[in-house]
DNA sequence: CAATTTTCATTTGTCAGACATTTAAAAGTC
DNA sequence: GACTTTTAAATGTCTGACAAATGAAAATTG
């Protein structure tokens, strides 16, 4: 693991790059205790305050974790999904939030991608998956919820939908999509109105992966879509009239 | 923005939290800047190098960059796919790789997404997409390459699929998920029977996608899936022999 | 001898202060 | 006015130190 003092990016970013390609590479295995500091920072001839940047940097992205006293040091960290997840959901909305990604553009990813988990789930969905559907779509069905709870029992709703495919692979990548979603569709404010329509396509849904039929399921799904992009537009459309 | 000095963790974690939460939740906007290193370590009642330290926690998440100078300081980053994907890599490539991902599970999800935006890819494809597509096509069917190179080849024809669907949302999934999966793929050794048959398939959805018959791409798809999961038991069973 | 307590060395966490380097704006010069 | 020089502000880096945690070894005790 070498460095080059002469470049002109930062020392600890070099360093944090050179140990983070060791674990990705495998050099160093998970749990292996690295150097400490003061061994760091004799390695790459740089001082500890830099060593310990380059360590938060790494630290900052869940690939190491650190540890006092005699025992101690920086070890690899065993990436598990939750810190995955929630680093992925982190990345996923501020990328939503910032590069003004349109709400047709977000739906329509989210949907092929909920749409592509649906025939699994439906094979392999269990009691505790559909009885976290039914219970969602009890929730989604009383009068005094407010918008915000919601989006929140949507994305349950969802999110249980997608653990049904048993993949947890899967489960990650969807999860951190959907999620990052909820302030696009926090936007749109769901009227009494609308939420009969969308808890009807949620109870077909939760009909279709119940009995198995994944074709149903994927009709369901495309009609939600569809819906859901109607009220984004509608949205958008009375918003620009407010404003002219 | 308040941090705990009780609490057990680190000040330069709880810092970057506060700040962290602070971009998400929209009180400090795209380029605006924070205040400087000696401000901050007054505001939260801490040392300077504590500070930098939770700001290179952040960098490393992309969520801001830092200038030299006069009028330098660290700024509000605006998250931009290319960083976006890069984090996305390496989580997922660390997930999968310490965590005993089956080659099963891994390529479930993956063929699963990317028969999602097949469709979607049909109707919108560039002459760009298939020139893409083709090219790869042709650089697989050269006998000399490496297996190394087939596979990023490979990684490139799906790249150029995913990315005809014109979604940049879905493409900054889809292309982390089958990035990540490389390694794995990497186990496999196409002997240059298989690549034939990969070769067919892979032209097979490349015509799908030119005369946009979404139907004929997803088969495709579900074929070489289906030809992808085989190749990997029987490795894993030679492997497997090999052991006993 | 066994169990417990104490001591101690190691390592990370934090701090203070200093200097180097970069950068743009302000001041000076022709 | 255009160019050069100075200067101030900010990050990047270093040195040295102390605090706090922690496990292992040493000392003590029954």
Chains 1, 2 share one sequence.
Not at 77 to 97: E, G
Request: with cysteine; hydrophobic share 45%.
């Amino acid at each position: 693991m070498k460095i080059d003092p002469n470049s002109s990016a930062d020392l600890s970013a070099q360093i944090a790059a050179a140990i983070r390609d060791a674990i990705v590479s495998g050099q160093l295995i998970v749990d292996e205790r690295l150097p400490s500091e003061a061994e760091l920072s004799d390695q790459f001839s740089v001082s500890r305050p830099t060593v310990r940047e380059a360590l938060k940097r790494l630290a900052a992205q869940s690939l190491i974790r650190t540890q006092r006293g005699a025992t101690g040091g920086a070890f690899v960290n065993r990436l598990n999904y939750p810190d995955a997840y929630a680093q992925h959901i982190t990345t996923s909305t501020l990328l939503l939030s910032m590069n003004a990604v349109s709400f047709e553009t977000a739906c329509e990813a989210r949907f092929a991608m909920e749409r592509a988990c649906a025939p699994l789930s439906a094979k392999r969905r269990t009691a505790d998956h559909l009885a976290t559907m039914r219970a969602e779509i009890h929730r989604q069905s009383q009068p005094g919820l407010t918008d915000e709870a919601f989006c929140a029992s949507d994305v349950a709703f969802h999110r249980a939908l997608v653990d049904g495919a048993d993949n947890p692979v899967l489960s990650y990548q969807l999860a951190g999509a959907v999620e990052a979603m909820q302030p696009l569709m926090n936007m749109i404010t769901f009227t009494a109105r609308s939420r009969e329509t969308i808890l009807a396509l949620h109870s077909r849904v939760a009909d279709a992966i119940e009995t198995q039929n994944a074709t149903m399921a994927d009709t369901a799904l495309v009609e939600l879509a569809d819906y859901t992009l109607t009220l984004g537009r509608n949205v958008m459309q009375a918003r620009l009239k407010l404003h002219t």
